[in-house]
């Protein structure tokens, strides 16, 4: 036993540096970003996922409700032991038809639609060298370790650095290209129209993880690579239910060779209970809402372009103004906590402080999302108390560090 404990104290000194605090909130019904806290009183979220609040919206919650009515609340077993409903596959063909593509399969979350696919396409394909952005998320990295195939990292959004490492592959080796659109933790875009270029001139497949693109960009919510016009030149779109269509699941659009593919080898998608048929049509009452409504990106976009001008205009140095992802670089982690105490004490503003290993060390950051449901008095709000708070702490204002800055 001694030698146990032995361990549960290296663990537990191990653990100390990183352990995680986690706010216990309950969203209001209709009223978010407004949300109950047991020692706050009401606040205001101003970090959730939920980018356009479908998560709250009537067609959603009738949907569900209805769906619960009709089939209860489980799904019974995973897709293959009786667990496929009438919602999933309703669902599933939505979502190709949604990116143009011949076919998609549901997962029960973006990570574990990541981690199954990946590991599957750069797996199942003989000697397969897989070019993955050096800041792609941790669900891509997990699924291309899991494959076992030979990666090449190229420098975040770099194409001279990818095109370097395609051209140091045997022409005749299969390829995947692996991307996010709009990066989780920067906010910022890849130049996907080089990508899919270099990618047809060194006969790459490439996959695209539009995550935090779905919902609020391009025709119907399609995603950035859409928006530009190029959709088609992606072989495989990654998307999630769990952002900008408010729910949770995420899925892989594609081919049908490599769709039946991921269904027959995706461990994370055999082995796992198919989500619940009410999160499904959820989702799918999410996914039709947007793709016929230009609202909700609209405010979203007038949101993020307030905040980025607000910011700007008081010197609080943020990584990118492309998206509505608003990350305000704070720079060292005890400083980047104290903020995001501070804003929650005195102002009732919850925003999370973002550290290690979710961006690297040294570039911490409050990772804050204006959403179509805040208003933009709200907006302005924020950003006085976020001046405040960067004036009472001392921290720096001004342009962003070189190395930071280069990345951008």
Same mark, same amino acid.
């Given at each position: ?88 596959? $309703?669902?599933?063909?939505?979502? =190709?038809? #949604?990116?143009?593509?011949? /076919? %998609? +399969?549901? @997962?029960?979350?973006?990570?574990? &639609? ?75 875009? $890849?130049?996907?129209?080089?990508? =899919?270029? #270099?990618?047809?001139?060194? /006969? %790459? +497949?490439? @996959?695209?993880?539009?995550?935090? &693109? ?89 949101? %993020? ?104």
């Amino acid at each position: 036993m001694s030698e146990y404990m032995d361990f549960f104290a290296r663990l537990a000194e191990e653990t100390a540096e990183r352990k995680r605090e986690f706010l216990q909130l309950g969203r209001v019904a209709g009223r978010f970003p407004a949300a109950d806290t047991a020692h706050h009183g009401e606040i205001a979220v101003w970090c959730s996922n939920d980018y356009l609040g479908m998560g709250q919206h009537p067609k959603v919650l009738a949907a569900m409700k209805d769906a619960v009515d009709e089939y209860g609340a489980g799904s019974g077993g995973s897709r293959n032991i009786g667990g496929t409903n009438h919602c999933h596959v $309703a669902l599933e063909e939505e979502l =190709a038809a #949604l990116h143009g593509k011949e /076919d %998609a +399969v549901l @997962f029960t979350s973006g990570y574990s &639609a990541n981690e199954g696919a990946l590991s599957v396409l750069a797996g199942r394909i003989d000697d397969c060298a897989v070019f993955s952005d050096q800041l792609n998320h941790a669900s891509i990295i997990d699924g291309l370790r899991h494959s076992g195939a030979e990666k090449f990292i190229y420098r975040h959004n770099d194409c001279a650095h990818l095109e370097e490492l395609l051209a140091s592959v045997d022409a005749g080796r299969p390829k995947l290209v692996v991307t996010e659109s709009v990066h989780s933790m920067r906010g910022d875009i $890849a130049p996907l129209a080089r990508i =899919a270029d #270099l990618a047809r001139r060194y /006969d %790459a +497949v490439t @996959f695209l993880d539009e995550v935090h &693109a779905v919902g609020m960009y391009g025709p119907q919510g399609a995603g950035i690579a859409a928006r530009e016009g190029i959709a088609s030149s992606f072989t495989l779109v990654m998307g999630t239910l769990a952002k900008g269509f408010g729910m949770t699941g995420g899925y892989v659009a594609g081919p049908t060779v490599l769709m039946d593919a991921v269904r027959a080898f995706a461990r994370s998608f055999i082995f796992t209970t198919a989500l619940p048929p009410a999160v499904a049509a959820g989702a799918l009452a999410a996914v039709r809402h947007l793709r016929g409504s230009e609202q909700e990106r609209e405010r979203l976009a007038v949101n %993020a372009r307030l905040l980025h001008g607000l910011l700007r205009e008081r010197g609080i140095p943020f990584l990118s103004d492309r998206t509505h992802i608003v990350s305000v670089l704070v720079g060292e982690d005890r400083l980047c906590k104290r903020m995001s105490a501070r804003l929650l004490e005195r102002y009732g503003i919850y925003v999370q402080a973002v550290n290690a290993p979710s961006v690297p060390a040294g570039e911490e950051i409050l990772r804050v999302a204006p959403s179509a449901v805040h208003e933009p008095a709200a907006v302005r709000e924020f950003a006085a108390a976020l001046d405040a708070v960067w004036s009472e702490l001392e921290a720096p204002r001004g342009s962003l560090p070189r190395e930071v800055a280069r990345l951008r």
